[in-house]
Structure formats: structure tokens, C-alpha cells
């Protein structure tokens, strides 16, 4: 079973992210407080999109990312990596495989998505990777703890993009490294979301449709806007064929 915890549920304080276990309460896999969204009634469609069709960044992701994962690390319980808005956890699985020494959490608020991630995890064998069901600006209460932030494919559904750029800033260590990819094609952006929706529809389904996601797509300067909200002390922005990607590192 996956950690399926919840930072923010209602009435409870957040707690740090290295603090997990010992003291956050357990919630119930689907919270009352959270609405439904695609995610969690669509879960299997966006996984298979995830790991069959959407361009795979594992490679620059771990080169970009290096330094602060590499590096050697005096006592503590060593480098941690969180990919946020994980979803079923493709880079998460990956990258554990790929860096055994590395503790790697994912962190997403849909239940069914976390429950697959941590399944497939599993069955993997992977014992370095976690997920938790967490609303990203809750990284915020976490100041100086992470080492580096993937974020793929986020920042498009997210209502507050600037603000959660904000709390994966606060949250990373001095020198931590954030990885952030954006499709550059309002289709590639928004046909998963329709395909989700369609399925969801043909199967007719009784979910309610109102609290279905929108999308947005970054222009360059809207990207390399958002990505320049914070106070970096580099930022790396580059094009491919269909992301903006960046790499953002916080001074040391
Ligand atoms: C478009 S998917 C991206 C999944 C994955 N990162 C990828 O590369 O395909 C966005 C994910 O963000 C999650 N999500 C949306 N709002 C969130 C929030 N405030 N905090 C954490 N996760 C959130 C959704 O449940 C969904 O799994």
C-alpha cells in the first residue's frame, strides 16, 4: 500500500516532509475534505499516456539533476529527491532504479494514482521510492529539506503555479536543484484531459464533469516568466521538440 497521507487535512497541522511518519496521521485513501478530480476517476488512461506516449526525460532529468544528488552528504539519512504532482510515479520508479542510494518520494493528491505508483513500485522491488498524498504548497512548511524537485507536466493544471514554484523554492536545501517540464503545444497540454474526458463520458460514468481540470500551455516568455519568480541563483531554460524544460538551482 502506498503512504497515503494527507499534510493539509482539515484541522491538522503541517508537518515537514523529513518528518513523515512519526508525525503525521494516517487519512483515508479517498479524504471527504478532496473532491474527485479526472485524475482519481480516470487513473488508468492517464497512466498508460504517462508511460507509453509522453516524451520520457529520465536521461536529462538524472544528468541536469547530478549535482545535487551526487554530492556527499555528512551523516543524515541521505539525499532526498520528491517528484511532485507525480501522478503514477514514472520518474520516481526510474530514477530509484537508476540510484539506489537516493530516497525518493512522490507526491500527489490522487489516491488511485498514488495506490498504482506505489504498486508498481512494489512489484519492482524498489525500496528507495514512497509516495504521499500531499497538496504541493504544503512543501512550503518544509524549508530546507529537499535536495532536488522534479516537476513534469504540473505546473499546466496547477491555479497557483507562481505559489507552488514559491514552496518547491523554500523547500529545497541552499544548492538544491528543481527540474521543471512544460508541454510547449496547448494540444499536447490538453488532449490527455480530453481523452480522459471522453472516456469517462462513453463509460457514463455519474461522476460530476464540473471539477474536470483545465489546462494552460506556457508560451516561451510565460514559461521562462514562472520560472524566473523566484530567486534563483541559475536557471538553465532550454526547448525540445515538445517540452520547455529548466533546471533552477537555489544558491548555495
Ligand atoms: C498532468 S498530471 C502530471 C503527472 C506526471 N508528473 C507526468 O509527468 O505525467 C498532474 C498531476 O498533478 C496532481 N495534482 C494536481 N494538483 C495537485 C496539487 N495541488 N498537489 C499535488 N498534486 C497535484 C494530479 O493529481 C495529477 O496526477
Same mark, same amino acid.
Given at each position: 500500500?502506498?503512504?497515503?497521507?494527507?499534510?493539509?487535512?482539515?484541522?491538522?497541522?503541517?508537518?515537514?516532509?523529513?518528518?513523515?511518519?512519526?508525525?503525521?496521521?494516517?487519512?483515508?485513501?479517498?479524504?471527504?475534505?478532496?473532491?474527485?478530480?479526472?485524475?482519481?476517476?480516470?487513473?488508468?488512461?492517464?497512466?498508460?499516456?504517462?508511460?507509453?506516449?509522453?516524451?520520457?526525460?529520465?536521461?536529462?532529468?538524472?544528468?541536469?539533476?547530478?549535482?545535487?544528488?551526487?554530492?556527499?552528504?555528512?551523516?543524515?539519512?541521505?539525499?532526498?529527491?520528491?517528484?511532485?504532482?507525480?501522478?503514477?510515479?514514472?520518474?520516481?520508479?526510474?530514477?530509484?532504479?537508476?540510484?539506489?542510494?537516493?530516497?525518493?518520494?512522490?507526491?500527489?493528491?490522487?489516491?488511485?494514482?498514488?495506490?498504482?505508483?506505489?504498486?508498481?513500485?512494489?512489484?519492482?522491488?524498489?525500496?528507495?521510492?514512497?509516495? *504521499?498524498?500531499?497538496?504541493?504548497?504544503? +512543501? &512550503?512548511? /518544509? #524549508?530546507?529539506? %529537499?535536495?532536488? @524537485?522534479?516537476? =513534469? $507536466?504540473? !505546473?499546466?493544471?496547477?491555479?497557483?503555479?507562481?505559489?507552488?514554484?514559491?514552496?518547491?523554492?523554500?523547500?529545497?536545501?541552499?544548492?538544491?536543484?528543481?527540474?521543471?517540464?512544460?508541454?510547449?503545444?496547448?494540444?499536447?497540454?490538453?488532449?490527455?484531459?480530453? *481523452?480522459?474526458?471522453?472516456?469517462?463520458? +462513453? &463509460?457514463? /460514468? #455519474?461522476?460530476? %464533469?464540473?471539477? @474536470?481540470?483545465? =489546462? $494552460?500551455? !506556457?508560451?516561451?516568455?510565460?514559461?521562462?516568466?514562472?520560472?524566473?519568480?523566484?530567486?534563483?541563483?541559475?536557471?538553465?531554460?532550454?526547448?525540445?521538440?515538445?517540452?520547455?524544460?529548466?533546471?533552477?538551482?537555489?544558491?548555495?
Amino acid at each position: 500500500m502506498p503512504e497515503v497521507l494527507d499534510l493539509r487535512s482539515p484541522g491538522q497541522q503541517a508537518a515537514p516532509i523529513s518528518g513523515l511518519s512519526a508525525s503525521l496521521a494516517r487519512c483515508p485513501a479517498q479524504s471527504p475534505g478532496l473532491p474527485a478530480t479526472l485524475f482519481d476517476r480516470c487513473w488508468r488512461e492517464y497512466a498508460l499516456f504517462r508511460e507509453h506516449l509522453f516524451t520520457d526525460h529520465t536521461r536529462q532529468i538524472a544528468s541536469a539533476l547530478a549535482p545535487a544528488l551526487d554530492a556527499p552528504i555528512s551523516g543524515g539519512t541521505g539525499r532526498h529527491l520528491v517528484e511532485l504532482g507525480c501522478g503514477p510515479g514514472f520518474y520516481s520508479r526510474r530514477l530509484a532504479a537508476r540510484f539506489p542510494h537516493l530516497r525518493i518520494t512522490g507526491i500527489d493528491l490522487s489516491a488511485p494514482l498514488l495506490d498504482r505508483a506505489q504498486r508498481q513500485a512494489d512489484r519492482s522491488g524498489l525500496t528507495n521510492c514512497s509516495f *504521499l498524498r500531499a497538496d504541493a504548497l504544503s +512543501l &512550503a512548511d /518544509s #524549508p530546507g529539506q %529537499l535536495d532536488a @524537485v522534479i516537476a =513534469s $507536466r504540473f !505546473f499546466l493544471i496547477l491555479a497557483q503555479p507562481t505559489q507552488t514554484l514559491g514552496a518547491i523554492f523554500t523547500a529545497l536545501r541552499p544548492g538544491g536543484l528543481c527540474f521543471i517540464a512544460e508541454p510547449t503545444s496547448a494540444l499536447r497540454a490538453s488532449l490527455p484531459l480530453l *481523452l480522459m474526458k471522453m472516456t469517462e463520458r +462513453l &463509460a457514463r /460514468s #455519474p461522476a460530476p %464533469l464540473e471539477r @474536470v481540470p483545465e =489546462s $494552460r500551455v !506556457f508560451t516561451g516568455s510565460g514559461f521562462q516568466g514562472l520560472v524566473e519568480s523566484q530567486p534563483w541563483a541559475s536557471v538553465r531554460i532550454w526547448k525540445d521538440r515538445r517540452y520547455h524544460c529548466a533546471v533552477c538551482r537555489k544558491a548555495a
